[in-house]
């Protein structure tokens, strides 16, 4: 019998486990299991006899090792190691046009001037996005984000972009994984019980450092609660972002061009760091028409070096949160730690409304925010020294800003429409930074209330209750 | 040819064996379908375009061999991830691999609802009838009776029966090729190399969602020796799973998107900004001495269609384009239609601080219960205006108020359409408590119709007539 001349198997034994699934594949007989154990593993490999051999390769059909057995013409090379062949010689030309080496980066086209906007706050984000570059959306309806995506859903299809109506927030914020690990700005809109449902995921998205913009349009909880404004995920947003090291930056606009503006940095920074950034709206802010001005130019987004695309420049790329080793998890903390740092360094904003010589200072943000102005203006006018520190940064809070007008300030006044998550941050990052504050009240709301100016005034001029 | 890496440099770091080794258990079938993915994605020439969403599961560390674009995703999430992927960039291959406990526990409902979507992507399901990274629990697809760390005397009734998502898959529109393969004989491998290939050409060829279910062996966690399992593959496993094709549609390609649009002109026309020639705006009209503060609330009430929140935009974008600040907030009960429709509307000289009205300066009552409901809350010197026409016998209201009853429904009937009486309102409040010029609102009138001119004429006179009714109503 005339042995064709295709090329036998090969094995290095080292890398056979002495599963035999390849003696029952081989029709020959030409493998048996092993006797001797091999001493670089512990385990038996198997015995190859290839003189009956014909070069049919079910045996490497069979091998669950890449480098169990394999073709004689696949042995290593002088130096040990495997080479593959040249992906351009093997494959041959390329559809996909590869992108070059390191990061493309952003296109910032110039706007032409536009009269000023009438927009809902959704709408404002949704348009703020597509100045940004975002072309894929993905989200599930809830009351009260929903317009945004609405809108996004009738435009982006115009735009050759995406709205999907993912089958629940858990699906879409992991298409946002995907989307974002392959390079590109993309959004939700959501609101708290969906915000709870995306946490899992974007606890994935900060271990893999994968950008993505968070649009929570806060109602009121716990639970179904209602969908009146209640500033109640400040906690989530600030110390929950599901399991592990987990920081993002948070924006807290009170006004719409606010929810214009923050969402347009919200992806500069989001890509800046290689981390999801959250915009946090109350029902108020989300639902309220007012007036907007557009920014003097758009983003086409370029494309990172690190993005997962699927060519040939981005082909040794990798999306994953997974170290197994602990010290590589631990390094991998470390890293994170060092980019919370600078961001905190970095990213901190505030308003200040009449800080200057403020004895009597007011913290709010969104909503609450503008009533806590007009009650700073009443205050005013009856002689006291009020001013309002808002928070444009929940995370990280201010405290830098606050630090300096510390010293001349007698009493802090929080006003939330929450159950005093706002100061529960501020206390952390008075805390922190060693600061020991003046005595701290507060003015709350909860359940879709917001503090009407009359109690934030009163507040102002008299605490009802005092904590230090 | 394979699309392995040459060496496995994440793999423990690559040191010592683990740089061409696996972490799968000897026999694994899942190291059979990853030789054969390898070589289909080798044979097709589409490494450098290939995308790999890895599991949780065994399959986790996917990444560490295959030498193609590589994403790690949440346990059963792999399908949206991948999905996120050839949304981003459709040219690229993307490709799901993903075990029973990822695929069809704890990510059914991704499974089904993107397979449903029927976009070209490929889902690889390794099923072995078992949990094997968390050590041998019960899965979805275990068999009945079979013992696993979590059903110790066997699956029961109970715990129902295995979920056969093959078949499943493939009665769903959205795909166009299900086969359910196994790896247990050279010629049912065969068969697995050529489903996967085929299913890959699919996605290649912007043909459709393709599903391959494989059978495969987890020796170590059915306590058994790969000789062993491939022959309970083969008689237990294939007998609650059918092997065979389960779908397959002749389908023309049809999966293409154009290059995502970033045309200023695109994306402003379609936002409804209006480029404007860069012209100095006219300076705010002085804020009228007649009013009592430097910012106005006002509510409209009514019910759902009664148009008080068009109504309500129109005054704020009025107030916008005045030069002033403005805002409208509007609160709605829960009914989707026919229910309340309130609005708060503040103008503010310079900025609007307060944008709810509990107080409002003036409320304007489209129904009954709103009159009842809000007219409390105007301070002394407001403004309460209602619709006479639906509200007949109003109820109590507070001294100190200037009352109008204006018949709004029945004015704008008598222009021809009762739809317009919120633009009455809107006219008797001009004329009532004028707080904006009036070309000015007039001129946002025109604006807002401005794609519908022939409507322009009945709301101008609808406007006027109801600016007309307010030196004709008789105070309350």
Redesign the interface.
Known sequence: MSVPARPKPYL?P??C?????CI??C?RGCLTAGTALNP??G?VPVELHLDNCNGCT?C????????GLRLETDRPGPDG?????D?AK???E???P?HSEGDLPD?R??????????LKGTYAIA?GA??A?C??V?GYPITPSTEGAELMAK?LP?????F?Q???E???V???????????P?MTFTSSPGFSLML??LS?LIG?EVPGVFVNIMRGGPGLGNIAPEQADIKLACRGLGHGNTRALVLAPST?QEMLDLTVEAFALSFRYRNPVIILGDG?LG?????VR?PGS???PGLPAWA?????A?????????AL?ESDLEAHNEHLNRKYAAIAACEQRVDCHRCGDAEVLVIACN?PA??A??AV?SARAQGVKAGLFRPVTLWPFPIDALAEILPRVRRLVVVEAGPGQLEDELRLALSHAGIAPPPISHVRRCGGI?P??AEILAGLLAPAEVRT | ??A????FS?H?HGEG?KA???H?????????A???L?AAI?EL???????L??PVGCA??A?Y?F????????HG?AP??????????P????ISYQGDGDLASIGL??T???AQ?GLPITVLFINNAIYGMTGGQLAPTSLMGQKTTTSPDGRMPAMGQPLKMAELIAQLDGPVYVERVALY??RE??KA?RAIKKAITLQLEGRGYAFIEIIAEC?THLKM???QA?EWVKTKMVEAFPLGVKKDLTVEPWFQ??????T?E???G?????????EEPRAPAPWPAHLPARDIAFKLAGSGGDGAQTAA?LL??AA??EGY??????SYGPESRGGTSYADVHIAER??????A?APHALIAFNALSLAKFAATVPPGGFILYDSTLITAPPPLPAGRRILPIPFTRLAAELGRPMVKNVVALGALQAALPLLPEDRVLATLQHVLKDKPSLLPLNAAAFAAGRAAVGAAAPA
């Open positions: 290095d080292q890398y486990k002495g599963c035999l699934r029952e594949a029709p670089a593993t385990l079910l490497l059909q069979a091998c669950p090792e890449p480098y190691d495997f080479v593959l062949e992906p093997l494959f041959g390329k559809c996909v590869n296109d086209i110039a706007l032409p001037p536009c009269a000023p906007m009438v348009i597509l100045l570059g072309r894929h993905y435009i115009r735009l050759n972009g995406v999907v993912a089958v629940s858990v699906a879409a992991n298409m946002m994984y995907g989307t974002g690990g392959a390079g590109l993309c899992e995921g994935y893999a719409p108020y639902q309220m028409t007012g007036q557009l758009m983003i086409r997962v695309w699927g060519d040939r981005h082909r040794h790329n990798l999306i994953s949160s997974i080793a909503t503008r009533m102005k007009g203006e917001l009407p100016e | 040819m394979s392995f890496y040459g060496r994440r423990a064996l061409h080794s696996t799968y258990c000897p026999g694994c079938g899942h190291g059979v990853h030789r054969d390898s080798a020439g589409i490494q450098d375009r290939t995308v969403i890895s986790v560390f990444h061999y030498d193609v674009g590589n994403s790690q995703a949440a999430r949206a991830v991948a999905l996120g992927h050839k949304l981003a960039h040219e690229a291959v993307v409902a991704e089904i609802s993107i979507l004989s050279a491998r065969a190399r020796p020796t790969p000789q491939e998107r154009p290059a995502p649009l970033f200023p695109a994306v402003l379609l936002s409804g900004a209006e480029p404007c020639p860069e935009l704020t974008r916008i384009a600040d403005a805002t409208a907030i509007p900025e609007v601080l307060n944008p709810a509990p």
